[in-house]
C-alpha cells in the first residue's frame, strides 16, 4: 500500500476526470481517478493519505452519500467537492459534514490546486496527531486498574496523601503507583501527562 499523499478524483465525467488530472499530474502531485463513487470504494484505497475531489452530482451514489458514508465509516480523509450545479443549501449541507471546501465550476486550475495542496497538509497533520494518539493509548493500556485510579487523581490535581486516603492505600504505595505510571506512560513531569490525557481526549 503506497504511502505517498493521493488525490483521488472522483467523477463521472471523463473529460474533467482527464483535464484536473493533467492539471494535478503537472503540478508534480500523485493523483488517482475514479469515474463514480462505488469504483473509489471498490478499488480499496480509502484508507490511504490523501485527499478527495469529488463531483457533488453523480449517477448512482452522489458525492454527499459518499461524504456521509466515509463520515459514517470513521474516515476523516479531506473532501472537495467541485459541481456545475452548485446551490447555497446543497454547500451549507456539505460544509456542515465536513467538507474541506466546495467548489463550482468552471473554476481556476490554480484555485484548486492551492486547496488541494492545503487539503493534503491537513490530512498529513491530522493522520501525524492520529499516530499520537495511537500511542498514547497503547501505553494506557499498559496501566493496571489501580494504577489508573491513581493517574486519574493525580491528573485532578490531588496530592498523594489524599489518594492514599481515598483509595485505602498507603502513602509509599501510592508514590509506587505514580512512579509506575509515569514510567509506563513515558512521562517525564505532571504537565506530560496532562498532554497525554488531553491528546487521548481530543476529537479526532
Known amino acids: 500500500m503506497s504511502d505517498t499523499p ?8 471523463r473529460a474533467v476526470r482527464d483535464a ?10 500523485a493523483v488517482e481517478t475514479f469515474a463514480s463513487a462505488a469504483e473509489f470504494l471498490d478499488a480499496g484505497v480509502v484508507h490511504r493519505p490523501g485527499c478527495l475531489v469529488l463531483d457533488v452530482r453523480m449517477p448512482g451514489l452522489s458525492g454527499l452519500d459518499l461524504q456521509k458514508e466515509l463520515r459514517a465509516k470513521g474516515h476523516r480523509t479531506p473532501i472537495i467537492f467541485m459541481t456545475g450545479h452548485g446551490d447555497v443549501p446543497m454547500a451549507i449541507r456539505a460544509m456542515k459534514a465536513g467538507a ?3 467548489i463550482e465550476k468552471p473554476f481556476q486550475g490554480q484555485t484548486l490546486l492551492a486547496r488541494i495542496r492545503e487539503a493534503l497538509a491537513s490530512d498529513s497533520r491530522q493522520r501525524r496527531r492520529q499516530a499520537c494518539r ?17 493517574l486519574e487523581r493525580v491528573a485532578e490535581g490531588q496530592y498523594n496523601k489524599v489518594i492514599a486516603a481515598e483509595l485505602g492505600i498507603s502513602l509509599s504505595t501510592v508514590e509506587i503507583h505514580r512512579k509506575r505510571v509515569m514510567e509506563k506512560l513515558q512521562a517525564e513531569s505532571l504537565s506530560d501527562l496532562i498532554r497525554l490525557l488531553a491528546l487521548l481526549n481530543e476529537q479526532p
Open 100 to 102: 474541506f471546501d466546495f
Open 134 to 150: 495511537d500511542k498514547a493509548a497503547a501505553r494506557l493500556a499498559l496501566l493496571s486498574p489501580r494504577e489508573r485510579e491513581v
Open 20 to 29: 484536473v488530472g493533467l492539471l494535478l499530474q503537472a503540478s508534480g502531485l
Open 6 to 13: 493521493t488525490v483521488f478524483l472522483i467523477d463521472d465525467d
